[in-house]
């Protein structure tokens, strides 16, 4: 059970939009940035977002995020069929027994 | 290029240690933290622990569900990060990812995780 909660899944067409969802509490996402990593099976993650909203160089426009409150999320426009991955959200949990939390990650498929 | 590469794991029997490295390039191993994850087969990303930079004493964190059992260091005249396990049992197999740090120094935590390893597979069996 993660920390974080992520639907297991999505899809959509190519060229269309997806809407990645992380939910937290006053604990984590509340109180701290959010991060979001692209992960191909086999291969190294990826940092996508860093600080909530913010692209590291070489990301395409189309990833964005945001976070309100105590959740965050990350769209993905004009959806490509290399953007099928797992995709996870994490941040810093100040709680005792805290840490670094991820969501259980979204599998992103395009049909 | 930043470059991060995992090495050291296999198979270990229950009740062993083994030891895994991550080997660096490309950047200045030494003015950041590095921090080491695990994915389960069929699981998600689970962090393990981090350690700090020698300017912050190397000083380390780590998930409260390892019960100690997992130790990270650093040689920075290398440039390598060690993740030490022992007494590992069947639930640590995983491949186990390294990862450098953004490291938040005013909040004393790590912020995000901008490079990372493509990961050495741990199987843990008898």
């Known amino acids: 059970q993660s920390v974080l909660t992520q639907s297991p899944s999505v899809s959509a067409a190519p060229g269309q939009e997806v809407t990645i969802a992380c939910s937290g509490s006053s604990s984590n996402i509340g109180n701290n940035h959010v991060s979001w990593y692209q992960h191909f099976p086999g291969t190294a993650p990826k940092l996508l977002i860093y600080?909530?909203?913010k692209r590291p160089s070489g990301i395409p426009h189309r990833f964005s995020g945001s976070k309100s409150g105590t959740s965050a999320t990350l769209v993905i426009t004009g959806l490509q069929t290399g953007d099928e991955a797992d995709y996870y959200c994490?941040?810093?949990?100040?709680?005792?027994?805290?840490?670094?939390?991820f969501g259980g990650g979204t599998k992103v498929t395009v049909v | 290029e930043v470059q991060l590469v995992e090495s050291g794991g296999g198979l270990v029997q229950p009740g062993r240690s083994l030891r895994l490295s991550c080997t660096t390039s490309g950047f200045i191993f030494g003015d950041y933290a590095m921090s080491w994850f695990r994915q389960a087969p069929g699981r998600g990303l689970e962090w393990l622990g981090f350690i700090r930079s020698n300017a912050f004493d190397g000083t380390t964190d780590y998930a409260a569900s390892l019960q100690g059992r997992f130790t990270i260091s650093r040689d920075d005249s290398k440039g390598i990060a060690y993740l030490q396990m022992s007494s590992v049992t069947t639930d640590d197999t995983a491949v186990y990812f390294c990862s450098k740090v953004y490291y938040d120094y005013i909040g004393g935590i790590p912020s995000w995780f901008d490079s990372w390893g493509q990961g050495t597979l741990v199987t843990v069996s008898s």
């Open positions: 600080d909530n909203d």
């Open positions: 994490g941040t810093w949990d100040n709680s005792p027994s805290g840490g670094v939390v």
